[in-house]
């Protein structure tokens, strides 16, 4: 793998880093008791509702930047939109230290806003590894290789977090902030490495004719597109049915279990090893050997009953191991489901394709974010259930729409 990808995978984990760092700390500062960044009256309602701003405010951010800037990739190129995607995350994260040392709030939710946003840089990235790819399996490898980068920056995020705020790890050096500033120098290194090695590969240029609209164009010009909606209705259910899982899984277990910002990261590293593992050795064998659909098929009820069975568990130690099949059958599913909507265009749409995926996934997940302190109050499982509904509702659609021939020509391709 050349420097190339390197970087581009590299911006990939940087950005996904930022989800997997910022839920262990966002629980310590809002849920766990004796926390002085809310005022100390505040009722658990209250709190799950700032948790909700939070993670809504990055989801909606993101929801614009996935779908603009991979759009304006494919017309001033990938690297000047990447670049402006990484400075805008040093500026996010920048924000988030000071919103932090003030006790702010509201500064804390435009940081995350203003993160979210340049998170678009991740279909960009995974835009440029489609132009890199010469075959059919190449482009499965590199879907694979950018759910591994998904993956370890799932660990890497937890893992500052962590760490850098634990006293006993790191002594009188240890904050909430440290991980920040370690977030920090990694996008700097990135920008240095797509500054140095990353050659455009977008080599077509066009006029801009296209303005703030096209947030919501984007995703109306696939309603003449019967095949790019099928794959977006399924996709839309699993990975909403995977955020229930993923972003309420910290606050689930602060509340049921009294998990603490260590004992959280220890379960996101699961969480980003088992993804890493299994993305980046199995994707790629499997997708040889089985049908893309089939595949997404057994995985996605694998995620449904994992995701039931983790519901029912009254033991604490033994979520640890629960959660290792329903993250599993994830790895397996993401990047077949990039590899089908990639094979649904041409080269001229890889951008727009890949914004497509980010855009339909945080949609759902902005509205999950906003809903699920609602579910969460009223029953402490409620939101797993809403995520164990999603992913019926997504094998049913799967049996629906996928049997047509337009998704089986993309199934071997």
């Known amino acids: 793998m050349g420097w190339s990808r390197f970087a581009l995978l590299l911006l990939v984990l940087v950005d996904v880093m930022g989800q997997g760092m910022i839920f262990p700390i966002v629980n310590t500062l809002v849920l766990v008791p004796g926390s002085t960044f809310v005022p100390?009256?505040?009722s658990l309602a209250i709190r799950e509702i700032d948790f909700s701003l939070?993670?809504?405010a990055?989801?909606?951010?993101?929801?614009?930047g996935g779908a603009y800037i991979s759009k304006l990739s494919d017309y001033i190129g990938r690297k000047k939109a990447i670049l402006v995607c990484l400075f805008g995350a040093l500026f996010g994260y920048g924000l988030a230290v000071v919103a932090l040392l003030w006790s702010n709030l509201p500064l804390l939710v435009l940081a995350r806003a203003i993160t979210g946003f340049s998170a678009g840089n991740q279909p960009?990235?995974?835009a440029a590894l489609v132009d890199l790819s010469t075959t059919s399996a190449e482009r499965n490898r590199n879907m694979g290789y950018v759910t591994a980068a998904i993956a370890l920056g799932l660990i890497i995020g937890p893992l500052f977090a962590g760490t850098l705020s634990d006293p006993s790890i790191m002594g009188g050096y240890a904050s909430l902030e440290l991980p920040f500033y370690a977030?920090?120098?990694?996008?700097?290194?990135?920008?240095v490495l797509i500054i140095i090695f990353f050659e455009e590969t977008n080599q077509t240029r066009r006029k801009i004719d296209f303005g703030l609209s096209e947030v919501f164009l984007v995703l109306w010009r696939a309603h003449s597109r019967p095949t790019i909606?099928?794959?977006c209705a399924v996709f839309l259910f699993v990975e909403v049915g995977l955020s229930a899982f993923y972003i309420y899984l910290n606050n689930y277990m602060v509340l049921r279990f009294g998990f603490d910002t260590l004992q959280n990261s220890i379960l996101m590293i699961i969480f980003g090893s088992v993804l890493a593992l299994v993305s980046s050795l199995l994707v790629g064998p499997i997708s040889q050997r089985f049908s893309k659909v089939a595949t997404i098929v057994v995985s996605v009820t694998v995620m449904g009953v994992g995701l039931l069975v983790f519901t029912v568990n009254d033991v604490a130690w033994l979520s640890y191991f629960l959660t290792v099949p329903i993250v599993a059958a994830f790895a397996l599913t993401l990047p077949l489901m990039f590899s089908l909507f990639s094979a649904a265009v041409d080269e001229s749409e890889q951008g727009w394709i890949m914004g497509i995926t980010i855009s339909s996934s945080t949609g759902g997940q902005f509205i999950l974010a906003i809903a699920g302190a609602s579910l969460m109050t009223a029953n402490i499982h409620g939101v797993f259930i809403a995520g164990i509904t999603c992913f019926a509702i997504a094998l049913g659609l799967i049996f629906l729409l996928w049997r047509q021939p337009d998704i089986r020509a993309l199934d071997y391709g």
Request: a positive charge.
């Open 40 to 42: 100390r009256g505040d």
């Open 124 to 126: 960009i990235a995974q």
């Open 54 to 56: 939070l993670t809504a």
């Open 58 to 64: 990055f989801y909606i951010s993101w929801f614009f």
């Open 229 to 231: 909606l099928k794959l």
């Open 183 to 191: 977030a920090l120098v990694l996008i700097l290194i990135n920008i």
